[in-house]
C-alpha cells in the first residue's frame, strides 16, 4: 500500500465512521521537524512514516495512536523513545498497543526500514510482524477497522 491507496482508505473509513476521527491531531510535520527528530533520534526515518507524519500529524489516529513529530504532543516520538531507551535495541518505536506492545522500525546503520517490528512486553523480546508490513497495513488493522 502507498500513501495514495491509503489517503483513499482513510477517506473512505472516514465517511462512514466520522467519529473515530472527533479527537484532534498533533500538529503536520513539517522539514524542520523531521530534521530535528532525525537529529534527536539518530536515524533517517523510513519514508512511509515521514509521508504519514506529513499529511496526518500522528498522535490521535481513528481508533489508534502514533507518535508524532510534533515536539508540543503528550505522544511525541522522541520523547517516547527515550522513555523506552531500555527496550528499543535497535528499534525506533512508533506507536503502541496501550496494552504493553510497542511497534517499531528497526534501524540499522541510523537507517530504519519501513518494516514494522513488535516488541512483545510478556516475552520481552522484538521480532518482525507477521501481519504488518508498513506503517499503512498496521494502521489499516489497528486503527482503522472495528
Known sequence: MDIFEFKELVNKVRLSNPIWFGLP??????????SNAETSLGVKLPIEYIEFVKEFGGGFFALGTVYSLDEESDINIVNENKKYNNIRESHIIFS???AGDL?????KNSTCDGKVYEYDHEKNEWSKSPSYEDIYEYLKFTALQN
Do not use: M, P, R, V
Request: aromatic share 12%; charged share 35%; no cysteine.
Open 25 to 34: 491531531a498533533d500538529n503536520i510535520a513539517d522539514d524542520l521537524s523531521i
Open 96 to 98: 503502541d498497543n496501550g
Open 103 to 107: 511497534y517499531g522500525f528497526k534501524e
